[in-house]
């Protein structure tokens, strides 16, 4: 008997060699009917054919597909046969039954990698932009859905007769090339050109090896790559790496280090089974890793950290370009200066680059959007990620609940990314970074409009951060009179805290511990190491860190020897403060010494308070003469961690914690007064460390506990930019054990402000 099905398919179904899967699959049980890319990003496909054979081709498709096919949901309705005499794939619809996922971009596979170093293969050996089906660029290349080539940079690249007798037949060179979109070979494909700074060209028949030499003699270079420009040089020279410090005006900032492969990678950083998985993961994310003793790799690329970024080649031009290298590996930095975007066009890499680099290897396949390498690291021992970019985004999070009307979410302001929602599904940005420049702020408007108009969302609901002073709330609010559009506003840690429960489904009331450097709190004051006991819309400060003064603001992050002085005025008097700073040699942390010091101390009565696990965090860092200045985010902090490797807990140290109003306060100046103490005893720096990061960790762990006790739910959802640091969150998980609690880290968006538009998007579930 003959029947017929209508599918539609949503995950990641475009882009990935779906269409040509089916039509063989099709042929093969001879069903007859159609398949055809939609507007939404969803497939749908046309079934007629005997019963059996239907049965046995859906049977073949859900467990034989190519493992780049990701199927997360799909409707099967019967329908009545129309005569097909063929299986076809039709010309794609703007039509939008169901939105679907927007591809991710893909490492470069095994056999696309194989083709590039064949020298009997004439058309891609040496090829730079080789893809296929399953592998390649996607996102930083898409303008609109359909994903078709049309409506990508491939536009731009009219296959040669070879490419497109591969386009159609999949006899040629199989399914990796059949209906492949971006098809294109080393003569009809995009091209590389050589410039120098001042974008002259430079006229040569093989700029990668021309590359290699320059990068060889020690020039730095910028190199365009999928989603931005890279600043490339030899990882091994501290000339190069100081002179590439000095242009990047980056006095500390640890540079990423591309090596040609896990072998490479070996010799420079430590890696276990699952680091070896996620470094060679098509997502190809830049890994933290321990460093080797001996690693080759200069000093200068990661100063002061027990960690480096490393990460493989997602791209042929990569490989090409460290292959021929004698280190195989360099520094692979993105391309932007201070923390401005990325750049993505040469106008942008000679203007803004030309200062920083020696030349330019640019090509022409345009960057859609710009994607930067996603970021990734191990805490205590669970994966986390730092940066959600490329091969993450815009891979949607499903919500435990669904949202009646759709959504757009402004998220927060550094290192941040938005998003928009649609029923149970948040499609959050690729990371767009920290919105203290027009331009960061005008790439999260254009991001947003995109996948607004994309998802052809009507009628939404705008959502930000209760903090007034945030640019994202700004633009948040200039949106609502742009579309007359409600605004609701979700205070930044309730927020943290349902981005966390989103990713692990929780719907229950639950405790989280949420942990960073500034939030906007309920009382107008800095929050940042709070204990919450959250049910949906609503919540309840259950405990927090002590207040302490923050004088000057946004200068005590920047300058964290305010953050000491604060602390100590908690237990001395400011005469002992200022000879304390003199015998800690810390008056130095200050650009007016003590002068500064003393205007520090009289700031302190009007400061706005906080309660930042990242304040007190800086300041420990500072008091053991870590870090006396933050040249990049987080730095103190990072450096206190790299400080507590192998440190031991020191006995005798103590955090207590006291009831005030209705919140149980954790006392972190006892804590700050007896690391001084260690310190001006002569306790080892790293023992030090560890104990207060530690014992932290410890307290927030008793404060939880408590909570848990009265909520009775036995997750505790941690988040926030310090819910990476592997000593805080150690302490914490050990102190959980105790009440038999479970700590729940995020494992699909960053636990920092880069997965917060995912909490404020669940936040309005509660309500829509
Ligand atoms: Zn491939
Ligand atoms: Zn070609």
């Known amino acids: 008997m003959v029947t017929a099905r209508k599918i539609h398919f949503i995950?990641?179904?475009?882009?990935?060699?779906?269409?040509?899967?089916?039509?063989?699959?099709?042929?093969?049980?001879?069903?007859?009917?159609?398949?055809?890319?939609?507007?939404?990003?969803?497939?749908?496909?046309?079934?007629?054919?005997?019963?059996?054979?239907?049965?046995?081709?859906?049977?073949?498709?859900?467990?034989?597909?190519?493992?780049?096919?990701?199927?997360?949901?799909?409707?099967?309705?019967?329908?009545?046969?129309r005569g097909f005499s063929e299986f076809k794939i039709l010309e794609s619809s703007n039509n939008v039954e169901a939105i679907s996922i927007i591809p991710p971009d893909l490492a470069i596979c095994d056999e696309c990698?194989?083709?590039?170093?064949?020298?009997?293969?004439?058309?891609?050996?040496?090829?730079?932009?080789?893809?296929?089906?399953?592998?390649?660029?996607?996102?930083?290349?898409?303008?609109?859905?359909?994903?078709?080539?049309?409506?990508?940079?491939?536009?731009?690249?009219?296959?040669?007769?070879?490419?497109?007798?591969?386009?159609?037949?999949?006899?040629?060179?199989?399914?990796?090339?059949?209906?492949?979109?971006?098809?294109?070979?080393?003569?009809?494909?995009?091209?590389?050109?050589?410039l120098t700074s001042d974008g002259e060209v430079i006229e040569t028949r093989d700029p990668i090896k021309y590359v290699v030499k320059l990068i060889e003699e020690g020039s730095i270079v910028a190199?365009?790559?999928?989603?931005?420009?890279?600043?490339?040089?030899?990882?091994?020279?501290?000339?190069?790496?100081?002179?590439?410090?000095?242009?990047?005006?980056?006095?500390?900032?640890?540079?990423?280090?591309?090596?040609?492969?896990?072998y490479v990678a070996s010799k420079l950083v430590l890696i276990n089974d699952r680091a070896r998985d996620v470094l060679t993961s098509p997502q190809r994310p830049i890994v933290l890793l321990p460093k080797l003793p001996d690693s080759p790799v200069s000093k200068y690329v990661s100063p002061g950290l027990d960690k480096e970024g490393v990460f493989l080649p997602y791209t042929a031009l990569h490989y090409l370009i460290l292959m021929d290298t004698r280190d195989k590996f360099l520094v692979m930095t993105s391309g932007n200066i201070h923390d401005q975007p990325m750049c993505t066009d040469i106008n942008c890499a000679l203007r803004k680059l030309g200062k920083v680099v020696d030349y330019v290897l640019d090509h022409d396949l345009r960057i859609a959007h710009r994607v930067d390498d996603s970021v990734v690291r191990f805490t205590d021992g669970e994966l986390?990620?730092?940066?959600?970019?490329?091969?993450?985004?815009?891979?949607?999070?499903?919500?435990?609940?669904?949202?009646?009307?759709?959504?757009?979410?402004?998220?927060?302001?550094?290192?941040?990314?938005?998003?928009?929602?649609?029923?149970?599904?948040?499609?959050?940005?690729?990371?767009?970074?920290?919105?203290?420049?027009?331009?960061?702020?005008?790439?999260?408007?254009?991001?947003?409009?995109?996948?607004?108009?994309?998802?052809?969302?009507?009628?939404?609901?705008?959502?930000?951060?209760?903090?007034?002073?945030?640019?994202?709330?700004?633009?948040?609010?200039?949106?609502?009179?742009?579309?007359?559009?409600?605004?609701?506003?979700?205070?930044?840690?309730?927020?943290?805290?349902?981005?966390?429960?989103?990713?692990?489904?929780?719907?229950?009331?639950?405790?989280?511990?949420?942990?960073?450097?500034?939030?906007?709190?309920?009382?107008?004051?800095?929050?940042?190491?709070?204990?919450?006991?959250?049910?949906?819309?609503?919540?309840?400060?259950?405990?927090?860190?002590?207040?302490?003064?923050?004088?000057?603001?946004?200068?005590?992050?920047?300058?964290?020897?305010r953050m000491v002085?604060?602390?100590?005025?908690?237990?001395?008097?400011?005469?002992?403060?200022?000879?304390?700073?003199?015998?800690?040699?810390?008056?130095?942390?200050?650009?007016?010494?003590?002068?500064?010091a003393r205007v520090v101390l009289r700031q302190l009565g009007s400061s706005i308070m906080t309660s930042g696990v990242g304040r007190f965090l800086d300041a420990v860092s500072v008091l053991l003469g870590l870090s006396l200045r933050r040249?990049?985010?987080?730095?103190?902090?990072?450096?206190?961690?790299?400080?507590?490797?192998?440190?031991?807990?020191?006995?005798?140290?103590?955090?207590?914690?006291?009831?005030?109003?209705?919140?149980?306060?954790i006392d972190t100046v006892s804590l700050f007064e007896q690391a001084m103490e260690a310190m001006l005893s002569g306790a080892k720096v790293s023992d030090i460390a560890y104990t207060t990061q530690y014992l932290l960790g410890r307290a927030f762990g008793e404060v939880a506990c408590d909570a848990v006790r009265e909520v009775g739910n036995r997750n505790v959802y941690v988040g926030g930019g310090a819910a990476v640091n592997d000593y805080v969150i150690g302490g914490l998980r050990e102190e959980l054990r105790r009440c038999n609690a479970d700590i729940k880290l995020p494992r699909r968006v960053p636990p920092g402000d880069g997965g917060i538009a995912l909490g404020q998007a669940y936040y309005l579930s509660h309500f829509l």
């Not at 040669?160 to 040629?172: K, S, T």
């Not at 103590?654 to 919140?663: F, H, L, T």
Request: hydrophobic residues 40%; glycine residues 10%; charged residues 25%.
């Open 11 to 81: 995950g990641i179904v475009q882009g990935v060699g779906f269409r040509p899967y089916v039509k063989v699959l099709a042929d093969k049980y001879g069903i007859k009917g159609y398949v055809r890319n939609m507007g939404g990003g969803e497939v749908e496909v046309f079934i007629e054919g005997d019963d059996g054979a239907v049965n046995e081709f859906i049977h073949e498709f859900m467990n034989n597909r190519p493992r780049a096919i990701y199927i997360e949901e799909y409707s099967i309705t019967e329908d009545v046969p």
């Open 113 to 194: 990698l194989r083709e590039v170093l064949d020298p009997g293969n004439p058309r891609r050996y040496r090829y730079p932009f080789n893809s296929c089906s399953y592998c390649g660029p996607r996102f930083a290349v898409i303008d609109s859905l359909p994903y078709d080539r049309h409506n990508t940079s491939w536009a731009s690249f009219k296959p040669c007769p070879y490419c497109q007798r591969e386009y159609d037949n999949p006899v040629i060179s199989g399914l990796r090339r059949y209906y492949y979109q971006g098809v294109s070979c080393g003569s009809c494909g995009p091209r590389l050109r050589l």
């Open 223 to 262: 190199i365009k790559g999928v989603g931005g420009y890279h600043i490339s040089a030899l990882a091994t020279n501290d000339d190069v790496v100081l002179r590439l410090r000095e242009k990047k005006r980056r006095p500390t900032q640890p540079f990423a280090v591309m090596a040609l492969d896990i």
């Open 384 to 561: 986390v990620i730092i940066r959600r970019s490329r091969g993450y985004a815009p891979m949607w999070i499903k919500l435990p609940t669904k949202l009646r009307r759709p959504v757009i979410a402004f998220g927060a302001d550094l290192q941040m990314a938005g998003a928009v929602a649609i029923n149970d599904k948040v499609i959050l940005t690729q990371y767009i970074g920290d919105l203290d420049y027009v331009e960061t702020l005008d790439d999260l408007d254009k991001e947003l409009r995109w996948f607004s108009r994309t998802y052809r969302i009507k009628d939404p609901v705008l959502v930000c951060d209760a903090n007034p002073a945030y640019r994202s709330t700004w633009l948040c609010h200039r949106w609502a009179e742009e579309l007359n559009a409600e605004v609701v506003s979700v205070y930044h840690h309730h927020a943290h805290a349902l981005s966390v429960a989103a990713d692990w489904n929780e719907t229950d009331q639950f405790v989280a511990v949420t942990i960073d450097g500034v939030g906007y709190g309920v009382d107008g004051m800095a929050w940042g190491g709070e204990v919450l006991v959250v049910d949906g819309a609503s919540f309840n400060r259950y405990g927090h860190l002590m207040y302490v003064p923050m004088p000057g603001g946004d200068l005590a992050s920047l300058y964290p020897v």
């Open 565 to 596: 002085i604060s602390y100590m005025s908690r237990f001395m008097g400011d005469e002992d403060v200022i000879n304390y700073l003199r015998r800690l040699n810390l008056l130095r942390g200050l650009p007016n010494g003590e002068i500064e």
């Open 631 to 665: 040249t990049y985010e987080g730095e103190p902090a990072i450096t206190l961690e790299a400080a507590a490797r192998g440190g031991s807990l020191i006995n005798g140290f103590k955090v207590s914690i006291s009831r005030a109003n209705k919140s149980l306060v």
